[in-house]
T-cell receptor, first 112, second 113 residues
């Protein structure tokens, strides 16, 4: 059974720092991995999608990497801003199903 | 529409009542998903539609839960004889294909008193 873990559970940093959020999964037979942002009381906003054949994806200040064989992904946030404060979730899609299996998220606070 | 739309945004009802939650996916998206999110947890899968048919309903917790998508667009999640443990945020997502991202609505916050 696929399990997804995110470390740390919470993170508080001053503005301007570069951050790394970690996601690990137990079954390396994934189809793709997606990173999301969730603001309080809101739905999920898709940030990046990495296919199983890819090593990384970049969007603006965000870079996500994937090491499928070791069951790990990282989300790198450059030059963090207070507007980046939110919960970040990773989710994997296994090869035999279209559902996403989520981690419990990392709650990020960036203070001025 | 521009994004996934879910109505109502909030629903409060008494234990034992019947509720319907509506999801309007992004236009043209053939795949539609329902998830449930409890406080402090990641979303948990309920059911997935490809077109009008339920391709995977393995996440529905019991037979009180049912979902339909009769015309391959709007979907309704139906919960009978609601229990307090059904209280959660119900999220809907849609996608244009297996290798495409899932896009989520803002959810319906369901509270069973």
């Amino acid at each position: 059974k696929q399990e997804v873990t995110q470390i740390p559970a919470a993170l508080s940093v001053p503005e301007g720092e570069n951050l790394v959020l970690n996601c690990s999964f137990t079954d390396s037979a994934i189809y793709n991995l997606q990173w999301f942002r969730q603001d309080p009381g809101k739905g999920l906003t898709s940030l990046l999608l990495i296919q199983s054949s890819q090593r990384e994806q970049t969007s603006g200040r965000l870079n996500a990497s994937l090491d499928k064989s070791s069951g790990r992904s990282t989300l790198y946030i450059a030059a963090s801003q207070p507007g980046d404060s939110a919960t970040y979730l990773c989710a994997v899609r296994t090869g035999d199903t279209d559902k996403l299996i989520f981690g419990t998220g990392t709650r990020l606070q960036v203070f001025p | 529409g521009a994004g996934v739309s879910q109505t109502p945004s909030n629903k409060v009802t008494e234990k034992g009542k019947y509720v319907e939650l509506r999801c309007d996916p992004i236009s043209g998206h053939t795949a539609l998903y329902w998830y449930r999110q409890s406080l402090g947890q990641g979303p948990e899968f309920l059911i997935y539609f490809q077109g009008t048919g339920a391709a995977d309903d393995s996440g529905l917790p019991n037979d009180r839960f049912f979902a339909v998508r009769p015309e391959g667009s709007v979907s309704t999640l139906k919960i009978q004889r609601t229990e307090r443990g059904d209280s959660a945020v119900y999220l809907c997502a849609s996608s244009s294909g297996r290798n495409q991202p899932q896009h989520f609505g803002d959810g319906t916050r369901l509270s069973i008193l």
